[in-house]
């Protein structure tokens, strides 16, 4: 038996259970495709599955795999327009159509106005902010993670961070600086701190290791024998001794990692160590 005879078949009597189950005019069409590909599917694997089953079952076993509830599911994320269009409106138009004559309102002048100056308040508050963070793609992950549903999982994850890190660094700023914005249009009074500064400064020197930094003014003001000393003991261990040179080189753990071969996670330690044997070598 060809699809479109299955098909023939089965359809009627599909829809017309459908339709004593719920499920609405616009639905059918989608629902009654999706049912009778999986049940197409079904035979294509086992050809004998509808031996011995009555009619009824074939079309319980189509409405089963409709998939009406996701259908359900991804409408009930809109509004449809239907049920606005179909509304009784008389004796309340002026209530719906034309705003400004609502009771218990203390501004004089339409309501939409007054969303209308809201929403392009918010604009230029986004619109400045986007300017001042514009260069950093992690400040910008967060404008969109403060300002969406977005979870902050996920967000950490575009912006390339794990979630706490993410977290302190860049979020916690951002949000004080969103918070002030907002006060600073639509409340009357706040105790918001002001940003310290309008615009974003950007590290401009790498982060090396925090501890065990000592070694290095002296090495800048012109004492590089211990350094070179330590750089020669370690030449012939890799590991070590390229995290030894990308130290006095003044290199990030990431650029260090790079530019041997290695990867930032294991070669961290590394430049750990050799930061701990600088410093043991100018002590």
Request: hydrophobic share 40%; proline share 5%.
């Amino acid at each position: 038996m060809s699809f479109e005879a299955l098909y023939a078949d089965l359809a009627p009597y599909a829809t017309n259970v459908m339709k004593r189950n719920g499920i609405q005019p616009h639905q059918l069409d989608e629902c009654l495709q999706i049912g009778m590909l999986a049940l197409w599917e079904q035979l294509a694997e086992q050809p004998d599955f509808l031996t011995g089953k009555t009619r009824r079952q074939a079309i319980f076993f189509i409405l089963a795999r409709c998939k009406i509830s996701t259908l359900r599911d991804q409408e009930g994320r809109y509004d449809r327009l239907e049920p606005l269009a179909a509304a009784e409106w008389h004796g309340n138009g002026d209530e719906y159509a034309i705003t400004g004559l609502e009771h218990r309102r203390s501004e004089t002048w339409a309501a939409w106005a007054t969303q209308i100056d809201i929403r392009a308040d918010i604009e230029r508050i986004m619109h400045k902010l986007a300017i001042k963070y514009g260069q950093s793609f992690k400040h910008l992950v967060v404008l969109y993670f403060l300002t969406t549903e977005v979870s902050r999982k996920d967000a950490a994850a575009l912006a390339g961070m794990d979630s706490w890190r993410w977290y302190q660094r860049f979020v916690l700023p951002v949000q004080a600086d969103l918070r002030y914005e907002f006060a600073e249009v639509f409340l009357a009074q706040h105790d918001y701190p002001q940003p310290e500064c309008d615009e974003l400064v950007a590290p401009t020197v790498p982060r090396r290791c925090p501890a065990y930094r000592s070694w290095r003014e002296q090495y800048q003001r012109g004492n590089v024998s211990p350094a070179e000393a330590l750089a020669a003991a370690y030449r012939d261990t890799p590991c070590i001794g390229a995290a030894i040179q990308a130290q006095i080189e003044g290199k990030s753990y990431a650029a260090a990692a790079e530019a041997h071969g290695r990867k930032p996670s294991t070669f961290r330690k590394h430049m750990k160590r050799a930061a701990r044997l600088l410093d043991s070598a100018y002590a």
